[in-house]
């Protein structure tokens, strides 16, 4: 067998083996299935939380806004107010709402004993919101036609853009793209954190104990490289694949029809996006791969490999937090930049791509980028592996770069 | 089958790690590199393993470049030891015979042989960092020349070992050699290069002090080592003709004289005719001479012929 071949099997199986990547796959399984079944999950918890609220409308027009099935129940009732505040106490109702009218306007007031939840409190403050509208409109004597046409109105804005290649993303389907990019970009940032450590910690390892000096007798340290780089990276495809499948099948099974909720917002998703994803997802994985690589064979043991992955983690960590600031501010110059820049533009061009109006030529023109870097970077770390994975040095990870330099020319 | 070194200097940028030395290893010898730590052993090592490029010179095996060859034709156990610590013993041989280029088949009766030989059958499907010291470095002696290397560089096999193991790894080598492979092999421990070697090399700070046969260094001193149990005090002894130094051990003195024709004349004096207990006259111990090598200027020290 290649030799190669035979460093990437051994390597791999032993990894996929490890108690700690099953565990972490079995851990992601479960996330997902806890998301994808959210809604049944969240009935079998919250099914006794029922509030119950006494609603007391002295104007008599409203009671049909309170509903009186949902997370919150409105119970109509014309008891005085004492009564009510003693069946409040005594915990008969959680609540109670009394609605009066006067000036044309409407005031409510909401008696509790125990403190309301906050989604209790949005709830009523939102069906009070709308009855409060509602008796506005009623106290100006309008026909119900014109009262029902009054609270419908709303203006569906038809964006007409005059720039000839513009993308005419819809704001619903740019909404969807930064959902999934920041979807996206948070698996770039979870799997390039645990791989990339895992690969320097792995490397560093072999280092440490020094079995790479034997390694290194029979094969050449690029082989080595290959190796790790390439099995690395199959456990890693292993794990999506085995999270995609989960995802997938606990869609269909799932009591809520999210298959079809999914399919709508792939749809919405232009085929170039996806293979933009993609590419990123897959170049910034192998660059950080090849960082960490590099850094694993920096360092003379396991322990300083933690010191070692600082300098990816905080790129990562930039690209990240850029990706959250850019979910509200796509357009800013910070994320316009660093969507260029290779080590954060795996998370900011899916971002910036699908929910602003930037032309595909752009978004090619940032992968191209990632993909030059990737192979500079990767013939750089060939060239610097072979001296410095024999290269025992102490101090910062500068020093030992230097020392490396120094010892090998 | 012969490994040839031939001038090879390795420079960095502001050192020389290994400067100028030659030497030629034959086919099933076994060749001792000794010097301090930092004396260019390991370095030597590397460049022999095509590790690191030579500077200058060149490393031959059977008359080809080692640059250019095949490194399965070669075996090499580290200073330092490697093995992978949670990979059982049976697999990580395997590994290791399969990295280079045999076949599961083909290393099967190997690996069951050398395992028995060292004691390690019940160790088979353990991981190899609960193992001792002594087995571990059992371990990673077969995993060096399971692959039957023509040539083996091993880089101080007997360092914390006791003295049963070592006795087993010595006859290993022995084995080993018996069998043609030829053995390049560094030490600290100069008795064990003395039991093992015909020749050698003694590196001082990257310069090579000597290469030859051990018995031909050991002449070039002469027998100039005597051990006597007598009557006569030390400042007595001291005062004879031809005597450098005098050493009084636990059991008599150790005296080094200044060339071996004193011998006579010195068993005339010491033993006056009289019966004498012990009087021992030998070569210097290869420990001895390699301190006065190393431990002097380069070049001095020399005995006076």
Redesign the interface.
């Known amino acids: 067998?290649d030799?190669t071949l035979?460093?990437i099997k051994?390597n791999y199986l032993?990894k996929v083996k490890a108690k700690s990547f099953i565990l972490m796959t079995l851990l992601y399984m479960a996330v997902i299935l806890v998301a994808v079944n959210w809604t049944s999950i969240k009935d079998v918890f919250s099914g006794d939380d029922q509030v119950k609220v006494a609603l007391v409308d002295e104007t008599k027009q409203l009671g049909a806004t309170f509903p009186e099935k949902g997370d919150v129940e409105f119970e109509a009732t014309t008891e005085d107010r004492k009564t009510l505040e003693k069946k409040v106490k005594d915990g008969d109702y959680d609540g109670a709402l009394i609605l009066t009218g006067k000036d044309s306007k409407l005031n409510a007031q909401f008696i509790t004993y125990d403190s309301p939840s906050l989604a209790t409190q949005q709830t009523v403050e939102t069906h009070v919101d709308t009855a409060s509208k509602l008796y506005g409109i009623q106290q100006l004597n309008l026909s119900s036609d014109e009262a029902e046409t009054l609270l419908n109105a709303q203006t569906v804005i038809d964006e007409v853009s005059l720039k000839k290649d513009d993308s005419g993303k819809s704001s619903a389907s740019k909404m969807i793209g930064i959902g999934v990019s920041y979807v996206m970009g948070f698996l770039i940032y979870l799997f390039v954190i645990t791989y990339a450590s895992m690969i320097t910690t792995d490397i560093a390892s072999?280092k440490g104990?020094?079995?790479?000096?034997?390694?290194?007798?029979?094969?050449r340290p690029n082989q080595h490289l290959m190796g790790k780089i390439v099995s690395v990276f199959l456990l890693g495809f292993t794990q999506i694949v085995i999270l995609v499948v989960t995802a997938l099948v606990g869609l269909k099974l799932a009591k809520a029809d999210l298959w079809s909720t999914a399919a709508d917002m792939l749809k919405d998703l232009s085929g170039a996006y996806i293979w933009i994803v993609i590419g990123f997802f897959l170049l910034t994985m192998l660059l950080y791969l090849t960082l960490g690589a590099l850094m694993g064979s920096l360092v003379s043991k396991v322990e300083e490999a933690g010191q070692a992955t600082m300098p990816l983690m905080m790129l990562m960590m930039a690209g990240f937090f850029s990706l959250v600031y850019g979910m509200t501010n796509p357009d800013t110059i910070l994320v316009k930049i660093l969507s260029f820049v290779p080590f954060t533009s795996g998370m900011l061009m899916p971002l910036r791509y699908s929910s602003t109006d930037l032309s595909l030529s752009m978004a090619i023109i940032s992968l191209a980028i990632l993909f030059i870097t990737l192979v500079v970077v990767f013939m750089a770390t060939v060239a610097l592996y072979r001296r410095s994975v024999?290269t025992y040095s102490t101090g910062s990870i500068w020093t030992k770069f230097k020392n490396v330099w120094?010892?090998?020319? | 089958m012969t490994l040839a070194l031939s001038n090879v200097t390795k420079k960095?940028?502001?050192f020389v790690a290994v400067d100028h030395i030659d030497f030629t290893i034959n086919r099933g010898e076994i060749f001792g590199l000794i010097g301090q730590n930092g004396a260019g052993k390991t370095t030597t090592f590397?460049m022999i393993?095509n590790?690191?490029d030579t500077t200058e010179g060149e490393i031959l095996w059977n008359g080809e470049s080692v640059n250019n060859l095949n490194?399965?034709f070669?075996?090499?156990?580290?200073e330092?030891?490697?093995?992978?610590?949670?990979?059982k013993v049976e697999e990580q041989l395997y590994?290791?015979g399969?990295?280079?280029?045999k076949s599961k088949k083909e290393l099967k009766p190997r690996i069951d042989y050398w395992l028995e030989r060292f004691d390690l059958e019940e160790k088979r499907k353990v991981k190899a960092e609960t193992l001792s010291k002594g087995n571990q470095q059992k371990v990673?002696l077969i995993?060096?020349f399971i692959h039957e290397p023509q040539f083996l560089i091993l880089d101080e096999p007997f360092s914390g070992l006791d003295p049963v193991n070592r006795e087993l790894l010595m006859s290993a080598i022995i084995e080993l050699r018996d069998k043609g492979v030829t053995i390049l092999f560094s030490s600290h421990q100069m008795d064990n290069v003395e039991e093992l070697c015909d020749r050698l090399c003694i590196l001082k700070r990257g310069k090579s002090l000597f290469s030859g046969d051990l018995q031909e260094l050991k002449e070039q001193y002469g027998k100039v080592n005597l051990r006597v149990r007598t009557a006569m005090t030390k400042p007595e002894l001291a005062a004879l003709d031809g005597v450098v130094n005098v050493k009084q051990t636990n059991d008599g003195y150790t005296l080094r004289l200044e060339n071996e024709t004193h011998g006579p004349a010195l068993f005339e004096r010491i033993g006056r005719g009289q019966y004498i207990e012990k009087f021992s006259m030998d070569y210097l111990s290869l420990d001895e001479i390699f301190k006065l090598k190393v431990g002097g200027k380069d070049g001095q020290n020399t005995p006076a012929h």
């Open positions: 067998m030799r035979l460093l051994q032993q072999e104990s020094r079995v790479l000096e034997v390694l290194m007798a029979s094969i024999l120094k010892f090998t020319t | 960095y940028r502001d590397r393993l590790l690191q490194r399965d070669l075996g090499y156990l580290p330092e030891r490697g093995i992978y610590p949670q990979m590994f290791f399969e990295l280079h280029g990673q995993a060096s």
